[in-house]
């Protein structure tokens, strides 16, 4: 499998509900819990390309370009958008569907970093 096939295969989509238990007094969804969502989707991307234990060792300019209603869904994408000799950096977004309407609106961008680790939580090269 080429480099950009296995980019490709790894990019992943997670379908989120929210629902009011993740909101905050606004009745929009909380930022640290929309930080939570994405920094798994990025790791689960960052897995599924290297098939190696991965960390999270930082996110970066995490962009909140709309608030995120209750009673809505999200997608979540994300995607490997550099590969280092032990870090990744991954790529997500946020769209948010009504549930009884068309279309979407990108609400969140953000990028995180992830790093190979051996079984003594070291770094190691990530298997290209």
């Known amino acids: 499998m080429t480099l950009e096939e296995r980019i490709n295969a790894s990019q992943t989509h997670v379908f989120k509900t929210v629902f009011p238990n993740t909101t905050n007094h606004y009745d929009t969804l909380f930022g640290g819990e929309a930080m939570r969502m994405m920094d798994e989707v990025a790791f689960i991307a960052a897995t599924r390309f290297s098939r190696q234990l991965m ?8 962009d909140f370009k709309k608030p995120i209603p209750a009673g809505t869904f999200v997608e979540l ?8 000799n ?3 950096n991954v790529s997500v977004e946020i769209y948010i569907e009504q549930m009884y309407a068309e279309g979407r609106d990108l ?4 990028n995180f970093t992830l790093v190979a680790i051996d ?10």
């Open 55 to 62: 960390v999270t060792v930082s996110s970066d300019k995490i």
């Open 86 to 88: 032990t870090s990744m």
């Open 107 to 110: 609400a969140v961008h953000g």
């Open 77 to 84: 994408i994300a995607r490997v958008s550099h590969i280092g």
């Open 119 to 128: 079984e003594n939580k070291k770094p190691v090269k990530i298997i290209k």
